[in-house]
């Protein structure tokens, strides 16, 4: 066995691409190195409420929008888009 080969695949990534808007917020969040309190402090709300938003608990009001969307480098009409999109799902709506 060649002790110098790495014994995983060259495609692991230890913190897959983001795939959810609560898994895109964690992931700036770490990659810019602020705990939940600083990236909370950043959009003026609370720590609890910044940690609801990344387990997927709550929908983005719409003044935090705009903030989370520059955040994460979308724009502000695509994030609206996914917002209701999943209201709508946890609401039962279809458009």
Same mark, same amino acid.
């Given at each position: 066995?060649?002790? %110098? ?15 959810? @808007? ?9 990659? @810019? ?14 720590? $609890? *409420?910044? $940690? %609801?938003?990344? +387990? ?6 719409? +003044?935090? =929008? ?6 994460? $480098? @979308?724009?502000?009409?695509?994030? %609206? ?11 039962? +709506? *279809? =458009?």
């Amino acid at each position: 066995m060649n002790r %110098n080969r790495c014994s995983h695949s060259p495609e692991y990534a230890p913190f897959p691409k983001p795939a959810t @808007l609560p898994e895109r917020i964690i992931a700036k969040r770490r990659e @810019l190195g602020w705990s939940i309190e600083t990236a909370a402090r950043k959009v003026d709300v609370d720590p $609890g *409420t910044w $940690g %609801n938003w990344e +387990r997927g608990q709550m929908i983005l009001y719409r +003044r935090h =929008r705009v903030q989370m969307a520059e955040f994460l $480098g @979308l724009s502000a009409v695509a994030l %609206n888009k996914e917002m209701s999109a999943r209201w709508n799902l946890l609401h039962e +709506r *279809t =458009r």
